[in-house]
């Protein structure tokens, strides 16, 4: 494969900026996609070329396979960067771009159909000796089978979805009684999601550790090394909120192990690459098991970038060009720590409801071991049509202590108004004893109490306006010269006003 002389990035928002800044340090040219409400993103002035997808909706603009392959031969792109999300693990897409002549940087069609299906993965795991969590074997037809399973391997268990991913269409059940809600329940979002549905039992491990390994792997599958772990126990509905690299809790000799289950399974799907092996490491025994491929760059992969100092992006597409791995398993070594805090826009207080809205005022944190990862700016119009996710904030520290306090340092400088964001939320979670302590599991955010915290806060106040002036600077939400919303999304509301600065320079808030 010759060098790419110019590249498709078929995504949007950050991670688009994120893939078009990697291709200006390889001297690659980029063209970039915009549907009609993304029209002034900042990914589109960042390429070298643009092209429009007629529409709004995800369906009609960045999932229409067609329109992505039209544009790349339409712009005379050799390769197409689907980044995560979207299409990014899309075996069509793969098949497409192979029958035309365009390289897609990720796995093959045929990886993308294996480990797109978690049952068959799972086979593949026990075949190579990989420990997996009791599952059903073959796929669920009925409520009245599933609820049998259930019975067999013991409550709490989960049902799954064969396809897919983000934490999707996964539904609890703790008794033969909830097992029919769960798997209608699971259906109705898969088939929103994914469009199709199909099913499987799992037995739920109680507050398991969500441990992931990055592989980067040869575009002929014949190498396969990796890049550490990355934990990411820190989540809502089977979502990832934060995570952090290394693990707390993983020392030498279970990276060691685990990370070689990692590249068992990456080498019988052969895999090739930039991907993620993820392991739930079971709270009581200590043992890992495999959990699923994630076939694509992940949204957490700067604390990865961080601690390596590998460019995961950059060595995607050089790998799809045909060259050789950037660095032999004996050259990747691992310095300090990071975390990733994934700021959306989105009310914690409202189970997490999206805000969407116009970015009135916007200050990016900074300092030693701070990153940004966005395409956010003021008066920018955050759409209701996508993801919620506004910016990746990373904090690097020569110690985990080092870096958490960083990342809450962080945290209190970001300011976002406009939209309702996770912020504080984040902020809190931070600075718990039990996060400091690296006590984590997949029930953290529910065990550790935040939002009530965050709910007696509001409640706290709302006494009076001045303290709910204050509280809404400290929550982000601060418009100069303009009606803002109050505590996380009530309908009371307060008029923020602001007076000529006094000789000390600070500002003045008029309560009505």
């Known amino acids: 494969m010759a060098e790419f002389s110019r590249v498709l990035v078929a995504n949007r928002g950050e991670i688009a900026l994120r893939v078009i800044r990697a291709l200006k340090t390889l001297g690659i040219e980029s063209a970039a996609v915009y549907s009609d409400a993304d029209i002034a993103a900042l990914h589109v002035t960042a390429a070298d070329r643009a092209y429009r997808l007629p529409g709004l909706y995800a369906t009609e603009t960045y999932l229409d396979i067609s329109k992505i392959i039209d544009i790349a031969r339409r712009s005379d792109s050799d390769a197409i960067h689907p980044g995560y999300g979207f299409l990014s693990e899309n075996a069509n897409l793969s098949r497409l771009c192979k029958e035309n002549s365009i390289k897609f940087i990720g796995p093959s069609a045929e990886t993308l159909e294996i480990s797109g299906n978690k049952l068959q993965c799972k086979r593949l795991a026990e075949k190579n000796n990989v420990p997996v969590i009791p599952y059903s074997k073959e796929p669920i037809e009925d409520t009245e089978q599933a609820a049998k399973f259930a019975q067999e391997i013991g409550f709490p268990v989960l049902v799954k979805t064969v396809f897919g991913g983000g934490g999707r269409g996964i539904k609890e059940a703790k008794s033969k009684e909830e097992v029919k809600e769960a798997f209608e329940s699971s259906q109705r979002e898969a088939k929103s999601a994914f469009g199709r549905f199909a099913a499987y039992i799992e037995k ?62 990456s080498k019988a799907v052969h895999y090739s690459n930039a991907g993620t092996i993820e392991f739930l490491r079971d709270f009581e025994s200590g043992n890992y098991y495999f959990l699923e491929v994630n076939s694509r760059l992940q949204v957490e992969h700067p604390v990865t970038e961080l601690v390596t100092g590998v460019d995961i992006v950059a060595s995607q597409i050089q790998v799809a060009s045909g060259k050789k791995l950037p660095l032999k398993q004996t050259d990747v070594t691992f310095r300090g720590s990071a975390v990733e805090c994934r700021i959306n826009a989105e009310d914690p207080l409202s189970e997490f409801a999206p805000s969407s809205g116009r970015i009135e005022y916007l200050h990016f944190p900074g300092g030693p071991g701070i990153r940004v990862d966005s395409s956010l700016y003021e008066n920018q119009d955050i759409s209701p049509y996508y993801d919620s996710l506004l910016a990746k904030l990373i904090s690097w520290g020569e110690t985990f202590e080092q870096a958490r306090q960083r990342m809450i340092v962080a945290l209190n400088e970001f300011k976002i108004a406009g939209v309702e964001t996770n912020i504080l939320f984040h902020e809190r979670i931070i600075q718990s004893r039990s996060f400091a302590a690296g006590d984590l599991h997949t029930s953290f955010v529910e065990e550790s109490k935040v939002i009530d915290q965050l709910r007696e806060e509001a409640a706290t106040h709302s006494e009076d306006s001045y303290a709910i002036a204050a509280f809404l600077l400290s929550k982000n939400q601060f418009i100069e010269n303009a009606r803002v919303s109050s505590i996380s999304g009530s309908a009371r509301r307060i008029q923020v006003a602001r007076r000529e600065k006094k000789s000390t320079g600070g500002r003045f808030i008029e309560p009505l």
């Open 204 to 265: 739920k491990l109680i507050k398991p550790r969500h441990i992931e390994i990055q592989v980067l792997a040869s575009d002929d599958s014949s190498e396969v090394l990796h890049l550490g772990e990355r934990e990411c126990s820190v989540q809502r509905r089977y979502q990832k909120l934060i995570e952090l690299s290394p693990s707390p809790i993983i020392d030498e000799e279970a990276r060691l192990r685990v990370s070689d289950y990692a590249i068992r399974i």
